[in-house]
């Protein structure tokens, strides 16, 4: 199996040069880079000499995402001639009104086959992409552009739930052999969301996988210029009696090991954003719940829980909590409106907003569990099926829905009011289940602030039980994440971890994952 590259030059020579001035990696049938992290990942990879880092920036002569200033390059040199002047622009911009100039650095969407095929073949009979040091596809909608990309031919791209087909996305295996690829494959490409052995180990189905996770998001940078970071965690408190395909807290603690780990190697951790699902299977019913204790206090660090624990509730945590028949936050099994009080998570409404100007930023945590089934975008509005398990099935339906309008309303004012450069905005959910709400996706798309000067949103959001950015629907040129992969449930993916995000001195965000 071939190593995959992960960024590539994309065009933007000037014309005078040779080049035909593209404004976008699109044209060139690449990817936008939307972080100014992984523009500064890409531009060391693709061999740019002395990297200066401009932005983000705003300008109608810049193209949208990561660019270099072309300097003495041509479209023969590659990055060789470069003047090392690397921007990072959130807006759309013409390249010098088409006449080129700024370099594209673009992200390559490459897809690969894994392996899978059969002993009998000459194969290893794979059931995990990640046994060949690539990433598994966890949507169905990827699994079909992957198919494409590879080759498949004849596809017929279907959901299918089986013990006999591995996790993800994978393609009989025909008349294929290692030798031939996608070649003799039979084109009925299968989606399944949950593990399988592979026929039992013969192997047969041939897998379809993602690039590995940059090698670079595991380690953070020196901690000078630095205003503060903080850690992203979800869906992750493992029941003994009541849990999906994890047989231990295992992994749970393991993760928990790896934050407290993380904190002490930043030492300036500010909170904890904690996207919900706290709880399995149902919640806590009250303050004396001994979940308090033996899910969580018992799990992390006594370090780890010194900070905020800044939270939202899951669709889990609802189940048996007063607060799905209640009329108040207070209601609530984990209201806490203390800041200062880290005994219990900060949760001081069903949605809410705390500001940090000493940080440049502001959280905007929002209650969306009527989102809780948005998987099925054959029901509109979504209907939250959980609410069957509380004392109150039909009040709680009309609750949440009325939660999630509000927090729709808190969030849009935010967006007029807010003067904060960056906002972590939160909810249970990744933002494919939010659809229902053109304007909550078009606000997390806004790059604008209240007094017309750049703002960027970090969003992030767990239920999916994995963590990963290209899962979720995008909302560039601001960032997603799914958050999911905290040891609760089960496992939905390879990507099982947390999320870190790190304040720069200037205000920049950088946020990456840290995975077992």
Known sequence: MCKLATYAIGGGYTTASGGSAEASCGAVGLADITTLYRCQSAAEQVGIAHIEMVGPTMADQVPYGCTVQQGSATPASGAVGTNGRVHFSTTKGNNNGGDGGYVLLCRQPTYAIGGGYTIDSGGSAEASCGAVGLADI???EVCQSAAEQVGIANIKTIQHRADNVPYGCTVPQGIATPESGAVGTTGHVYFNPTKGSNSGGDGGHVLICKPPVEPRSLTAPPASGRKGSFLVLGDWGWDEGTHGNLGSAELQRKIGNKMHDKMKELGDVKFVINVGDSFYPSGVGSRSDPKWDSHWRNRYSKELRSVPWYSTYGNHDYQSDP????SSPKD????????????????PHWSWVKEHPELGLEVVSLDLNAYMDAWNHGVNPPHPDDCQYSSCPDACVAKLRARTDG???????????????????FSHYPTDYLWPSEALMNGLKSSEGASGGPRHIEYFGGHRHNVDQDSCASIAPNNQWLVGGGGGWGT??????????????????KTYSVLL
């Open 492 to 509: 939905d993916g390879g990507n099982q971890g947390f999320v870190v995000g790190e304040i720069s001195d200037d205000g920049t965000i």
């Open 332 to 347: 609530c099994a984990q209201f806490n409106d203390n800041v200062s009080d880290t005994h219990w998570f900060y949760f």
């Open 138 to 140: 966890t949507t169905l």
């Open 407 to 425: 927090a729709i309303k808190l969030f849009q004012s935010r967006l007029q009011a807010s003067s904060a450069k960056n906002m972590l905005v």
């Open 323 to 326: 607060c799905a028949c209640g």
